[in-house]
């Protein structure tokens, strides 16, 4: 069963996102990720965590979700590509 807040803090987030208020829209995302944890698309939160963070200057952190997002969506070799680019940053 899926809670009600959750859905709804969920469809409210992209406002803020897409309005210039990206701090605003972290706190929302975090909420729907914490009040339904199993909420229908994890990996869209985490996207979404991953543009606000991007807007905002905070890269690695953007980096840091995107990969998780895409974790969530069953993108195969995440981690593996992940970890050779981190190599070859070094």
């Given at each position: 069963m899926s809670n009600p807040y959750g859905e709804a803090a969920?469809?409210?987030?992209?406002?803020?996102?897409?309005?210039?208020?990206p701090a605003e829209a972290i706190e929302s995302l975090e909420f729907v990720l914490r009040l339904e944890p199993r909420y229908q698309s994890p990996a869209m939160v985490l996207a979404d965590l991953s543009l606000c963070h991007l807007t905002m200057g905070a890269s690695e952190q953007a980096a840091g979700f995107a990969r998780r997002a895409l974790?969530?969506?069953?993108?195969?070799?995440?981690?593996?590509?992940?970890?050779?680019?981190?190599?070859q940053a070094s």
């Amino acid at each position: 069963m899926s809670n009600p807040y959750g859905e709804a803090a969920a469809r409210g987030r992209s406002g803020l996102e897409f309005a210039g208020r990206p701090a605003e829209a972290i706190e929302s995302l975090e909420f729907v990720l914490r009040l339904e944890p199993r909420y229908q698309s994890p990996a869209m939160v985490l996207a979404d965590l991953s543009l606000c963070h991007l807007t905002m200057g905070a890269s690695e952190q953007a980096a840091g979700f995107a990969r998780r997002a895409l974790e969530e969506a069953g993108v195969p070799g995440v981690r593996d590509r992940s970890a050779d680019h981190c190599s070859q940053a070094s």
